[in-house]
């Protein structure tokens, strides 16, 4: 059993940077990919961030965002910076035990934190 817990959420205003932290209960393996997803409201949740032993970033947070792990610890951390009002959302961290599937889409995760809630003020 594997349960996660987002922390590190605000209201900051553009341009500004927040680190969010993913806390894991039980063990996950070093082959597992853990990631970032984010929801807007009115929208669908969408991939933000992944890692496995390499990173992968979608286009609209490659250059500002960066995603990192501590596997001796069980967590996965997303440092954001030079945020933009687009950014706002609630942001999940997840993980992936099902590495057949592509890290970008939901399918491959099996489990799933809270949530925490991001804004960027304009």
């Known amino acids: 059993q594997v349960q996660l817990v987002e922390s590190g959420g605000g209201l900051v205003q553009a341009g500004s940077s927040l680190r969010l932290s993913c806390a894991a209960s039980?063990?996950?393996?070093?082959?597992?990919?853990m990631g970032w997803f984010r929801q807007a409201p009115g929208k669908e949740r969408e991939f933000v961030a992944a890692?496995?032993?390499?990173?992968y970033y979608a286009d609209s947070v490659k250059g500002r965002f960066t995603i990192s792990r501590d596997n001796a610890k069980n967590t996965v951390s997303l440092q954001m910076t030079s945020l933009k009002p687009d950014d706002t959302a609630v942001y999940y961290c997840?993980?992936?035990?099902?590495?057949?599937?592509?890290?970008?889409?939901?399918?491959?995760?099996?489990?799933w934190g809270q949530g925490t809630q991001v804004t960027v003020s304009s």
């Open positions: 039980g063990r996950i393996g070093s082959n597992y990919a």
């Open positions: 997840a993980c992936a035990s099902r590495i057949w599937e592509s890290v970008f889409g939901r399918s491959a995760y099996d489990y």
């Open positions: 890692i496995r032993r390499f990173a």
